[in-house]
């Protein structure tokens, strides 16, 4: 069982930026794929971006360009920089950690874009 704790969320402007945080409770944490989803009330879960153990990192459409994922093996954290926000990208967002077969997901964090 690995134990994931996202901060960073919150209410902001469009056209703003915020930097979502996802702190692993795991020694092996350089050896896990991480992930971010959001999920908006009424609609499906969404894959937003993964970055695998090696770095390589993937994103949806709808965020390419605008969306950084990122880890930190030494802090054991994963990170998405949300830049440009639109109200469409409001969501609650989760991170995940892939591992042989296993998907560990955290509670999750608000993020609301309005004016």
């Known amino acids: 069982q690995v134990q994931l704790v996202e901060s960073g969320g919150g209410l902001v402007q469009p056209g703003g930026s915020l930097r979502l945080s996802c702190a692993a409770g795991?020694?092996?944490?350089?050896?896990?794929?991480m992930a971010w989803y959001r999920q908006a009330p009424g609609d499906q879960r969404e894959l937003v971006a993964t970055i695998s153990s090696g770095g390589t990192t993937n994103y949806t459409d709808s965020v390419k360009g605008r969306f950084t994922i990122s880890r930190d093996n030494a802090k054991k954290s994963a990170y998405l920089q949300m830049n440009s926000l639109k109200p469409e990208d409001t969501s609650v967002y989760y991170c995940?950690?892939?591992?042989?077969?296993?998907?560990?997901w955290g509670q999750g964090t608000q993020v609301t874009v309005s004016s």
């Open positions: 795991t020694r092996i944490f350089n050896f896990y794929n």
């Open positions: 995940t950690a892939d591992r042989r077969g296993s998907r560990f």
